[in-house]
């Protein structure tokens, strides 16, 4: 096993609440780190605040104290620490579903196919637009061709221009056919009332996605 650790924010158990499998219980590895910087990040504690080094045999030990529930890893960013790829192989050779949430800048071409994939890519009202790594696009296409599902793209959306914006670019790539494709309002920045009239206006098939675990617990911002 390698011994190189991981920069992790938490360790956490909770129910999963941002992709087409919010609902169900889930376990969460959150790394730390982050290369982006978003306006209306709910996760700075992930690159302000002091981490803790684990190797996999600790993540995996915390992780095999629920047994056959899904994991998540998330963050921050983790694609940016290269022992991401060793843990995700482990938890999919133990038999776990594996989602990994990413934010779109870095190329998802070497994660495993069986790995869920649930990409962001930025808005421009998240002042992260320009992150996005274009050839990830493709990449997405092509995991969902050879196993459907393993790529979701998802749009966190702050105001009317960036849900045109969204429109447009799910439109020019056919993204909703061939992708689970989430438009999810930011936080306190966009009525979900407006998204939902906007979407239905426009007969948009995506899926309109609120933040499940903020919804059952709206007073914490860690740990769920
Ligand atoms: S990618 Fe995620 S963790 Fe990083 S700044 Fe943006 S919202 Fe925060």
Known sequence: MPDKPLFISELFYSIQGESTHAGFPCVFIRLAG???RCRYC???YTYESPHASMTLETILSFVEGYPEIMVEITGGEPLLQDNVYPLMEMLLAKGRKVLLETNGSLSIDKVAPKVIVVMD????GSGMEKSFAKENIALALQRNQ?????CEIKFVLTDKNDYIWARDLVNQHHLAKHTST???PAK????????AAWMLHDKL???LQLQLHALIWPHLSRGV
Do not use: E, H, M, T
């Open 188 to 195: 306190g920045q966009l009525d979900p009332v407006d998204l």
């Open 146 to 150: 050879k196993l459907p599902g393993s």
């Open 205 to 207: 098939p995506v899926r």
């Open 182 to 184: 989430l438009f999810s």
């Open 42 to 44: 709910d996760a700075r």
């Open 121 to 124: 890519i930025k808005s421009p």
């Open 34 to 36: 982050c290369n982006l």
